[in-house]
């Protein structure tokens, strides 16, 4: 189906409204402002300061997650050759390109150097 001129779809939201306006929010960030600003910290005992950052953290920290990569082959650290790009000018020249084999590209690309 594609898109059509003056359609509906997507119009009225079905999603449902907000539970807390964002009067009632700014009113819980103004309190919690002022007892922070009212916290004197340096009458906390070491263990207190600990548990204040342990629980304040979270909310100005991003979590760190583990990211694993998985490669099929071993990359190297450092490329030694740089990158080839190719520019088609038309469709013709790409299709070319994408018919041709390893040893007729190698022919159809012109190396390019830049002189510093």
Request: overall charge neutral; aromatic content about 8%; proline content about 5%.
């Amino acid at each position: 189906m594609s898109f059509q001129k003056g359609n509906q779809y997507g119009k009225q939201s079905k999603r449902g409204k907000d539970v807390i306006s964002q009067e009632i929010k700014d009113k819980i960030k103004a309190n919690v402002s002022e007892l922070l600003d009212s916290l004197k910290i340096e009458v906390y005992t070491e263990d207190q300061k600990l548990r204040y950052l342990q629980v304040i953290l979270p909310y100005i920290m991003p979590k760190q997650r583990a990211v694993t990569i998985d490669t099929e082959e071993d990359l190297p650290m450092f490329i030694q050759e740089p990158p080839q790009v190719v520019i088609f000018k038309t469709s013709e020249e790409r299709k070319l390109w994408d018919a041709a084999s390893e040893k007729e590209k190698e022919n159809l690309v012109k190396p390019y150097t830049l002189k510093e």
